[in-house]
């Protein structure tokens, strides 16, 4: 119940930042968008401009690139994805456009995502004889996501530079500040076990027949390394997830070639509601079926790692999280990890597996994006392959280095400070560069106002 209380605390002050933004359409006039709005984000106005500087072995692509890999190191790790980084290194650094950029921090996020989930497939659960990546939990939020991400990129259309900027302070402000809170509850925990673990290593196993101590961070029994990857590998899952995957992938494809605010962009608009509402629901029917079925033969264990029982009220709140976290990472051009990530955390999933599941989920959802831009032409074929080979080798050393530490520590706490680093550091560069670009903005006189939907 704890853990209920505060996901809902979180998902209060989200959508709280989130209906503030909303509201201010109905009280801030639109304008024809004739004016200028050069924006680092999503680079939003009519006069586009691409740039794509030539990949060249310069201080500026080196700078990237080890950027880049500890951002996709760390951000992996954290589930986070680590776009709040990228775009303004893409952007700043090398020199390419808002939407190049963003394009390629996609790319760069499912190298990332990719290598992880590989490296994840071969670590056992910490704890349970179950899979790492919790595919119920991944299956019910995945599907809300995906339609919260086209809603996001709609809305980006009309919000203006600097409305977006102060959402990524709030937002990224006070996700990161929820996990460090959570990171240090988490610490003081482990501090206290390991205390207990030792004095009952110094105390009782000395005096007994000998043996190991139960650390919960290791396996409760060794199994091969093909016994782990077939038991973290679910194919319905898998398989129903890639199945969403291609209708997605198809509607936006088909969407790209329809005339902006035509009946057939309306019409292929509104298909991805009951395509995504029909996977929701056909988890949620499981998850609750399940839960209720335990629940009457006396069983209270846990469905999924979340601590909370699959009730109507709370399979329909995750609906509702799912899509704000998809509409605000969509908003923002990120992709809804940095709410994924602490969100799982705030329903209960111990951090190994919140890692494993929002970065499973990243996957997906960043991999859909990278396809839809080749077909757009929207980023360069070579500076691709060379990031997406960087955060490939960043995503598995990352979670290689760290989940060696958290063993060796016993402290998954870090994976939650990393987290909550990689969101802070996010807020911290975008906010800056977005405080500057608004700035400018307002000395030459651009316009700042809200821009029409169906504007080009």
């Known amino acids: 119940m704890g853990a209920e209380m505060k996901s809902k605390r979180f998902v209060g002050y989200l959508l709280t930042a989130f209906s503030a933004a909303i509201l201010s ?33 310069n201080w500026r692509s080196v700078l990237a690139a080890v950027i880049g890999f500890l951002g996709s190191g760390f951000g992996t790790v954290g589930g986070v994805g680590g776009g709040g980084i990228f775009v303004p290194v893409l952007t700043l650094i090398v020199g390419f456009d808002a939407k190049s950029a963003a394009a390629l921090s996609k790319c760069m996020i499912m190298g990332a995502s990719a290598s992880s989930v590989w ?56 996700t990161s500040s929820r996990s460090f809170c959570k990171g240090i509850q988490m610490w003081e925990q482990e501090t206290v ?55 997605f992938l198809l509607l936006q494809v088909t969407k790209t070639n329809a005339a902006i605010c035509s009946p057939l962009f309306w019409f292929i608009n509104a298909l991805q509601f009951p395509v995504a509402i029909s996977v929701f629901a056909w988890e949620a029917v499981k998850l609750y079926r399940e839960s209720k079925a335990r629940r009457m033969v006396g069983n209270f264990e846990f469905v999924s790692e979340a601590s909370i029982e699959w009730t109507a009220p709370q ?64 980023f360069p074929i070579p500076y691709a392959v060379y990031l997406t080979s960087v955060s490939l080798m960043a995503g598995f050393w990352g979670q290689f280095f760290v989940r060696r530490l958290v063993l060796v520590l016993k402290r998954a706490s870090i994976i939650v400070f990393i987290l909550s680093s990689v969101i802070f550091t996010s807020a ?25 939907f169906c504007t080009e």
């Open 25 to 57: 359409v109905f009280f801030i006039p639109r304008g024809s968008g004739n004016g200028s709005s050069s924006g680092l984000l999503h680079g939003l106005s009519s006069g586009y401009l691409r740039v794509w500087p030539e990949l060249e072995l």
């Open 119 to 174: 490296y994840n497939i071969r670590v056992a659960h910490p704890t349970k004889d179950v899979p790492i990546i919790d595919y119920d939990l991944a299956l019910l939020f995945q599907p809300m996501l995906l339609l919260g991400i086209t809603l996001g990129v709609s809305l980006s259309v009309v919000f203006p530079y600097w409305l977006i900027t102060i959402l990524i302070i709030i937002l990224f402000l006070g």
């Open 193 to 247: 076990f390991n205390r207990d673990e030792a004095k009952f290593r110094q105390d009782v196993l000395p005096k007994s027949s000998g043996g190991e101590a139960y650390t919960p961070l290791l396996p409760k029994k060794e199994r091969s390394a093909m016994e782990i990857i077939r038991s973290n590998l679910r194919w319905k899952g898998i398989a129903v997830l890639l199945l969403l995957w291609v209708c």
């Open 315 to 378: 399979l329909l709140f995750c609906a509702f999280c799912g899509l704000l976290g998809g509409t605000v990472g969509g908003l923002l051009g990120s992709g809804g990890g940095f709410i994924l990530g602490p969100l799982l955390l705030e329903i209960g999933v111990i951090p190994q597996v919140a890692s494993a599941t929002a970065t499973f989920v990243m996957l997906f959802s960043s991999s859909l994006s990278v396809v839809e831009f080749y077909f757009l032409g929207r």
């Open 428 to 452: 911290l560069i975008m906010g800056i560069v977005g405080v500057e670009s608004s700035i400018r903005m307002i000395k030459n006189h651009e316009y700042m106002g809200f821009l029409g």
